[in-house]
């Protein structure tokens, strides 16, 4: 097949935030399956497309919030309220509809144009509903920008969030209903769409990186325990305010505790042992040079790529059970608690068992290659549904320019934070 591959960043090279990754696994697994991929979308500042693609590039765009100033996302606000669209859609409206409509012609035939997330696809959906698409879910966008909405600080950024999920549960409504098949990375989201849309999603299993590299011998931890993460996703930051707020005083003041990532507006911390990196050089490396990862997702939707990553380096970890989404059998040094009482306690015996010898490493390959045989299997029987008929319902929603002037665009679960890069593992 010839597939058309609509995101608004392109995979690229090096992945390091989890938007990336997810983009990388898929767009891996079409092209392992052996079909022709040619990808549209932009390309963040210092980012270079995956080796092998057929990348027609929308132009160079930072979409980082907090990467930019002031004036950009004024401007993106402005823009988004002039084009009744979301923030997220708003930056992708660099180029024109007419720009998309004539580079889609440029590259048929094609078999499908597949929808990844809703940035893009959103800001240019009536370009896209002509052909037959599968949609790929990273989250359930608007349940993510209601839960933002209701833990937000203040007024105006509780009207923002709203704002936003309003846009996108008619916005997905209409994506995933015009879609020949739903792809979601759990379980929870692949029902989050309703039963209309849950007989044609199934779930994409996720890996961190298509071949798994040997493991390295293992140097001595630098930490006892080590957090990687794009705190400026609202979702993020709940999870450490938690980790941070519940959990830490709780552990021993000579307990080592290393937080990389940017961390914007970082509260304060009384315990003795946290040391905030900032951004690493080597976000794979930093991740190994904890005794035990802390898993602490308190929200959202979609998988956790940092659990992934984290299964898939055989690290012992103590999770929620919101870091788990996605995940089928748990290995056996991967311990579970909601309570932040037990959590520290699971935290503080892992690491003692570390500091007396046991580093309860265990090897990844099974669950890499379980992953990546299931993800090949799910995009294959995805990609079965293009060329059969759409049934009355799929087409059973407005699909005039009308409709495309007043709700072309959308967000991510990511909310206002969208494509937080980074690292977000």
């Known amino acids: 097949m010839h597939l058309v591959f609509v995101s608004s960043l392109v995979p690229v090279e090096n992945p390091s935030s989890g938007f990336d990754i997810a983009n990388r696994a898929v767009f891996d697994g079409l092209r392992a399956l052996g079909h022709t991929v040619?990808?549209?979308?932009?390309?963040?500042?210092g980012q270079t497309p995956a080796c092998g693609s057929d990348v027609h590039l929308l132009g160079e765009l930072?979409?980082?919030?907090?990467?930019?100033?002031?004036?950009?996302?004024?401007?993106?606000?402005?823009k988004a309220c002039l084009h009744r669209t979301t923030l997220s859609s708003a930056k992708m409206l660099e180029v024109s509809r007419r720009h998309v409509e004539a580079l889609l012609q440029r590259l048929q035939p094609f078999d499908g144009i597949i929808l990844n997330s809703v940035q893009l696809p959103g800001a240019f959906a009536a370009a896209f509903q002509k052909y037959e698409t599968i949609y790929i879910a990273h989250n359930v966008e608007a349940g993510s920008a209601r839960e933002n909405a209701a833990t937000a600080s203040g007024l105006l950024e509780r009207w923002l969030f709203t704002r936003e999920a309003d846009h996108l549960a008619r916005l997905e409504r209409t994506l995933t209903r015009g879609a020949s098949a739903v792809w979601t990375?759990?379980?929870?989201?692949?029902?989050?769409?309703?039963?209309?849309?849950?007989?044609?999603?199934t779930v994409l299993p996720l890996i961190t990186r298509w071949d798994l590299e040997e493991?390295?011998?293992?140097?001595?931890?630098?930490?006892?325990?080590?957090?990687?993460?794009t705190w400026s996703w609202k979702s993020n930051r709940t999870g450490l305010d938690w980790f941070l707020s519940k959990v830490v005083p709780l552990?021993?003041?000579?307990?080592?505790?290393?937080?990389?990532?940017?961390?914007?507006?970082?509260?304060?911390?009384?315990?003795?042992?946290?040391?905030?990196?900032?951004?690493?050089?080597?976000?794979?490396?930093?991740?190994?040079?904890?005794?035990?990862?802390?898993?602490?997702?308190?929200?959202?939707?979609?998988?956790?790529?940092?659990?992934?990553?984290?299964?898939?380096?055989?690290?012992?970890?103590?999770?929620?059970?919101?870091?788990?989404?996605?995940?089928?059998?748990?290995?056996?040094?991967?311990?579970?608690?909601?309570?932040?009482?037990?959590?520290a306690k699971l935290l503080i015996e892992k690491v003692a068992q570390v500091r007396a010898g046991?580093?309860?490493?265990?090897?990844?390959?099974?669950?890499?290659?379980?992953?990546?045989?299931?993800?090949?299997?799910?995009?294959?029987?995805?990609?079965?549904r293009f060329g059969n008929p759409m049934t009355a319902f799929d087409f059973a929603f407005p699909r005039d320019d009308a409709w495309a002037r007043t709700s072309n665009g959308l967000s991510t679960s990511y909310g206002l934070a969208a494509h937080e890069g980074g690292q977000s593992r």
Not at 193 to 200: E, K, M, N, P, T
Request: hydrophobic share 40%.
């Open 38 to 45: 040619s990808v549209i979308g932009y390309l963040q500042p």
């Open 62 to 78: 930072e979409v980082t919030n907090a990467k930019v100033g002031t004036a950009a996302k004024l401007r993106w606000l402005a």
């Open 185 to 201: 990375f759990s379980e929870a989201d692949r029902l989050g769409f309703g039963h209309a849309v849950s007989s044609r999603a």
């Open 215 to 229: 493991r390295s011998p293992e140097n001595p931890p630098q930490h006892d325990l080590s957090l990687i993460g």
């Open 251 to 343: 552990l021993p003041s000579d307990m080592s505790i290393a937080i990389a990532g940017q961390l914007p507006d970082a509260p304060e911390i009384t315990h003795p042992g946290v040391r905030l990196l900032g951004r690493v050089a080597d976000a794979r490396a930093f991740v190994q040079s904890g005794a035990v990862l802390p898993l602490i997702s308190r929200g959202g939707t979609g998988v956790q790529l940092k659990t992934i990553e984290t299964f898939e380096l055989g690290m012992p970890c103590v999770a929620t059970r919101a870091s788990l989404r996605g995940i089928g059998a748990l290995p056996g040094n991967c311990a579970v608690s909601d309570d932040p009482a037990e959590f």
């Open 358 to 384: 046991d580093r309860q490493r265990l090897s990844g390959s099974v669950f890499h290659q379980g992953q990546k045989t299931k993800l090949l299997e799910t995009l294959q029987e995805g990609l079965s």
